[in-house]
């Protein structure tokens, strides 16, 4: 690593990278769709929402923004 280097975290509140189903890198913008896998207050497993926004804490944890309320990425699969 440069002497100089300082790693750097961008975060985008409007889009996500993922790997589609083909194996390929693809930018996904808000709002998009995902599939409530792990139901929680009123998430309904199955049920698809549109994500608003996107959002990471320190911890580096995703979050995704959905009728105005934060839940983690890890209740949802998205819907390519």
């Known amino acids: 690593m440069a002497?100089?280097?300082e790693p750097r975290i961008i975060i985008d509140p409007f889009s996500i990278l993922v790997v589609n189903p083909q194996g390929?890198?693809?930018?996904?913008?808000c709002p998009f769709l995902a599939r409530c896998m792990i139901p929680r207050d009123d998430l309904i497993e199955n049920q698809i929402y549109s994500v608003e926004m996107v959002k990471t804490e320190l911890s580096?944890?995703?979050f995704f923004i959905i009728r105005g309320r934060v839940y983690s990425h890890h209740r949802f699969v998205l819907v390519l």
């Open 3 to 5: 002497k100089n280097f």
């Open 24 to 29: 390929e890198l693809q930018r996904v913008y």
């Open 60 to 62: 580096e944890e995703i």
